[in-house]
């Protein structure tokens, strides 16, 4: 996920979209040529059909890519909406000799550039973004997009000059012609640097070049770090969504499955090793959740202490959340067991949890102060699936869930009702059932419990 933009800023991300294409990522070549036009032209001349189309073009082309250039192919071919509206503008609407035309060193070089900047950012796109090499083509495209002015500028100025030894009648309309072409170009360039002002303008334009790429390069830097501080701070799934749905910030309604697990005796656990060993075990133990979680679609709102808290439907909406849930802590329990066996291996005491899962209506958004805020779900479905969670402790078992979410199981059959509990907080009973392959051990300990409650009777 690009994370470079604040998520505060990201109402005008189109608005930056379209001038980063204009001004760094594809537009230079014909924003250079309009002003160098312009600078050699009044006003009125200036606005040409030829201009004209080019800057409408030009714009068409910025709006396409701001829009749609994400992809490799849209990308490419929206790269030569310009040089082709213009080439057939001025082929079509001149009556202009194709060969004549495309063969100047300015239309010619139009399309190389346009062809050779776009494939450049396409190759990007087809690598990962992780990939090394998508920073240095993202340099070189904007080291190419700047210097491309040098050549402008000495085309431009080569051709100037044939006109002004034309009016002194020096030189003929056919040489005047004949400069305007690729095949003129390593005659001029001699002559062109001649004047040590052109050196100096072009080894300017040289070093904005190598400037600006440099810039570019810490900025991508800078932009990586904030990603991936981003990404481990709030979830790449999380920092994803509300990049491309800020709105989902404010607080919103909506219906979701919650997970909440932790680590049974974790104090007495935490005891007999060091803090590095309890960090590193955490560490472990949280990754495994982590891995867990993506697959299942759900995503981690927080670790509290050695508690985790997941979320399912939000701030993605997730088809049949309950489910994915429940799939969710089934799986994390096979994952359980294969971290023990390793830590067993290691000489370590294996790890116990506790899973509770309910669902309902939440109101999820950016809660905090101005100057930090956090995504999160709050609200009566948070506080219920946290307490059916520490319910595992009482009945000594793994996995409980609420009727709520029981009902919404596409298929519930791994469940069965085991009875209806008051919940701190709760005015009501609140059904929850079990899981059949903890069954036996649950039928035990409640008839323990009744045995207990007959006799104190008695």
């Keep these: ?107 010619l070089f139009f399309w190389i550039y346009s062809i050779s900047v776009g494939g450049l950012q396409c190759f990007a796109l087809y690598l990962t973004e992780e990939h090394f090499l998508v920073k240095w083509l993202d340099v070189l495209s904007v080291f190419l997009n700047v210097s491309i002015f040098g050549f402008l500028y000495f085309s431009f100025d080569t051709i100037h000059v044939f006109e002004e030894l034309f009016k002194s009648g020096k030189v003929s309309a056919e040489a005047v012609h004949q400069a305007r072409f690729v095949m003129s170009i390593p005659d001029n360039i001699p002559a062109f640097f001649d004047d040590t002002t052109h050196l100096y303008i072009i080894l300017g334009g040289f070093f904005l070049a190598i400037a600006t790429a440099y810039s570019r390069f810490h900025l991508l ?57 309890v960090f590193t075990l955490l560490n472990r133990y949280f990754s495994v959740w982590e891995r867990v979680v993506e697959r299942h679609g759900g995503v981690i709102d927080k670790f509290i202490g050695d508690a ?78 946290s307490r059916i969670e520490s319910l595992t402790k009482q009945y000594a078992t793994v996995l409980l869930i609420s009727g709520t979410t029981y009902r919404k199981l596409a298929h519930p059959e791994p469940f069965f009702f085991l009875r209806p509990v008051k919940l701190k907080g709760k005015n009501e009973e609140v059904a929850i059932f079990g899981d059949l392959s903890t069954k036996k051990r649950l039928g035990v300990y409640l008839m323990k419990k009744e045995e207990e409650k007959t006799s104190r009777k008695k």
Excluded: W
């Design 1 to 107: 996920m690009r994370v470079l933009d604040s998520i505060h800023g990201l109402k005008s991300n189109k608005v930056n979209a379209f001038f980063n294409e204009l001004f760094l990522n594809s537009g230079q070549y014909a924003v250079f040529y309009l002003i160098l036009e312009f600078s050699d032209e009044t006003f009125i001349n200036f606005l040409t059909a030829g201009h004209v189309t080019l800057l409408v073009a030009l714009i068409l082309q910025t709006l396409l890519l701001a829009q749609y250039g994400h992809s490799i192919f849209p990308r490419f071919f929206i790269s030569l909406v310009a040089p082709l509206i213009y080439t057939l503008s001025e082929i079509f609407l001149k009556n202009r000799a194709p060969a004549d035309f495309l063969l100047q060193s300015n239309h």
């Design 221 to 277: 830097k800078l932009k990586g770090n904030l990603q991936s501080l981003s990404n481990n701070l709030v979830g790449e799934t999380v920092v994803k969504t509300l990049m491309e749905n800020p709105a989902l910030l404010k607080g919103h309604s909506r219906t979701v499955s919650i997970l909440f697990s932790d680590i049974r005796s974790f104090t007495s656990l935490s005891e007999r090793l060091t803090t590095e060993e």
């Design 308 to 385: 985790v808290m997941v979320v399912f439907g939000a701030p993605t909406e997730l088809g049949n959340h309950a489910q994915k849930a429940v799939d969710c802590a089934h799986d994390m329990i096979s994952s359980l067991k294969i971290l023990n066996q390793q830590l067993a291996a290691e000489g370590m005491t294996p790890i116990k949890i506790g899973i509770g899962i309910h669902t309902g209506e939440v109101l999820a958004g950016s809660v905090g102060g101005e100057d930090r805020f956090e995504y999160t779900v709050i609200g009566d479905t948070v506080n219920v699936a």
